[in-house]
T-cell receptor
Framework: NAGVMQNPRHLVRRRGQEARLRCSPM?????VYWYRQLPEEGLKFMVY????????ESGMPKERFSAEFPKEGPSILRIQQVVRGDSAAYFC??????????????FGEGSWLTVV | DAKTTQPPSMDCAEGRAANLPCNHS???????VYWYRQIHSQGPQYIIH???NNETNEMASLIMTEDRKSSTLILPHATLRDTAVYYC????????????FGQGTRLTINP
């Protein structure tokens, strides 16, 4: 089974440009999570989505950031008008539906965004 | 906020068992304990999880105290590749399913 696939792995954007990060969950998984990790800091939750629905966006910055998980295709994390402070590693994770044994969340290898 | 307490760092000799403690004194009956690790510049890797009983898989063992207020992750024969930050996470089964990461324990395996 292929794991959680993220692309691009590395992305360089100039200030003011848009960044789009894509995430394909593991086969059979319908739940997607996005996390951000600033340099030398811990992992911070951003958003949790199911197909076509945002379930929890409590960690998303109020402006410039958006996420979607359409019925078909990968989940997209979109950052508009990027600033240097957006430079970070963005991790996507996925899980299947909630089960009695506790559904496990699996992470991708991350997308490293550098804003110059 | 993370609901667990872990030592910030630990050292272990290669070939020895690494025992990583975690306190989760406010854990509820419907909350699992999950362990993940993050090797430098990689995505977090799932290790093991448990509810009440001790658990073992090919990577590690999870030892829970009877009152569930603390647990220990055991890597039986640590190698240099086990050097990583290890996260102990309490996660409720119902409702929002996100993982909340704390600071973890930075485990260094020494040759």
């Amino acid at each position: 089974n292929a794991g959680v696939m993220q692309n691009p792995r590395h992305l360089v954007r100039r200030r003011g440009q848009e960044a789009r990060l894509r995430c394909s969950p593991m086969k059979g998984h319908s739940h997607v999570y996005w996390y951000r990790q600033l340099p030398e800091e811990g992992l911070k939750f951003m958003v949790y989505l199911q197909k076509e629905n945002i379930i929890d966006e409590s960690g998303m910055p109020k402006e410039r950031f958006s996420a979607e998980f359409p019925k078909e295709g990968p989940s997209i994390l979109r950052i508009q008008q990027v600033v240097r402070g957006d430079s970070a590693a963005y991790f996507c994770a996925s899980s299947h539906d909630i089960g009695a044994s506790g559904n496990t969340i699996y992470f991708g290898e991350g997308s490293w965004l550098t804003v110059v | 906020d993370a609901k667990t307490t872990q030592p910030p760092s630990m050292d272990c000799a290669e070939g020895r068992a690494a025992n990583l403690p975690c306190n989760h004194s406010t854990i509820s009956g419907n909350e699992y304990v999950y362990w993940y690790r993050q090797i430098h510049s990689q995505g977090p890797q799932y290790i093991i999880h448990g509810l009440k009983n001790n658990e073992t898989n090919e990577m590690a063992s999870l030892i829970m105290t009877e009152d569930r207020k603390s647990s220990t992750l055991i890597l039986p024969h640590a190698t240099l590749r086990d050097t990583a930050v290890y996260y102990c996470i309490v996660r409720v089964l119902q409702g929002a399913q996100k993982l909340v990461f704390g600071q973890g324990t930075r485990l260094t395996i020494n040759p």
